[in-house]
């Protein structure tokens, strides 16, 4: 039973077994390495996919966060003011429930949701209560903060080096349009009155694309550098807290106890019907 609730809890907080196999399927064999077919894995084009959304999401998270928080601080003086900051905790969680869905689609982690509001009584004032100490919605709201630098961060980082790496790898095929429309031999590294260097030669053309394959294929290990901390982002304040998680292994060990305990409690009062209590009615 404790392999069974081990499973459980397993599965329910997105825990692999430690074998490192997945459901023991084989890993399938490539002709090229890793590192010459990470730029056309549909795994890299998800994780750029990932820290190209991260910066239009990241801006809009920290508006609403930002408003909401000075809107409710704004009005603490009133009785308003609580509601307000109760709905900016609401609309942090929702927005944790939408990031772990986004994770899951681009980043392939899996995330289980914060433990639940523990709302005593029906009403509006319980909710409000209980969004207010709830852990896991401050958390929330704390990644909406702390995304958008972050996001602002890899976007910087990845698009540049991602546009830069192809455009040279792919110079060789295009150099010819500096002569025949920018009147000038091909990219200027510098230029002053007296002098300029321009990549035109076949040497410099071959090395252009060179240093554009080296980028090429770095870009992609930089950006799943990058997207980790995201992933950690997700995991730790938007999942289950480590109390939490206890919590329900402590609750789940009880109600298994409870249940081992019936069962022998069962078993025993079976054993005595059957055996002794017949054998005492036939010995009197």
């Given at each position: 039973m404790a392999t069974q609730y081990g499973s459980r809890y397993g599965q329910k907080y997105g825990l692999r077994s430690g074998d490192g196999s997945h459901d023991g399927t084989r890993k399938r064999r490539h002709l090229l390495p890793a590192g010459l077919r990470a730029p056309f894995e549909a795994r890299s084009l998800r994780e750029f996919g990932h820290v190209l959304l991260s910066l239009p999401v990241g801006v809009?998270?920290?508006?609403?966060?930002?408003?909401?928080?000075?809107?409710?601080?704004?009005?603490?003086?009133?009785?308003?003011?609580?509601?307000?900051?109760?709905?900016?905790?609401?609309?942090?969680?929702?927005?944790?429930?939408?990031e772990r869905s986004r994770a899951r689609g681009l980043l392939g982690l899996e995330v289980a949701e914060p433990e639940p509001l523990r709302v005593q009584r029906p009403g509006v004032l319980a909710w409000t209560g209980a969004l207010l100490k709830s852990g896991s919605s401050w958390r929330a709201l704390l990644y909406t903060l702390l995304q958008f630098p972050w996001a602002v961060f890899s976007f910087s980082v990845a698009v540049p080096l991602w546009t830069m790496g192809w455009t040279l790898l792919t110079y060789p095929l295009w150099f010819w349009a500096f002569p025949l429309w920018a009147g000038q031999g091909g990219i200027q590294l510098y230029g002053d009155e007296q002098h300029a260097v321009y990549l035109d030669n076949p040497f410099e053309i071959t090395a252009t694309a060179l240093v554009g394959l080296l980028l090429t294929l770095a870009t992609p290990w930089i950006v799943r550098a990058l997207t980790t901390v995201d992933r950690v982002l997700v995991r730790g304040l938007l999942g289950p807290s480590r109390l939490s998680a206890r919590v329900v292994e402590l609750e789940s060990d009880r109600g298994v106890v409870v249940d081992t305990a019936a069962a022998d409690l069962r078993r025993i009062e079976r054993d005595l019907h059957d055996g002794a209590q017949a054998r005492l009615v036939n010995l009197a």
């Open positions: 809009a998270l920290f508006v609403y966060t930002v408003t909401m928080l000075s809107l409710g601080a704004g009005l603490l003086v009133t009785f308003l003011g609580v509601p307000v900051l109760a709905a900016t905790l609401a609309g942090c969680r929702l927005i944790g429930a939408l």
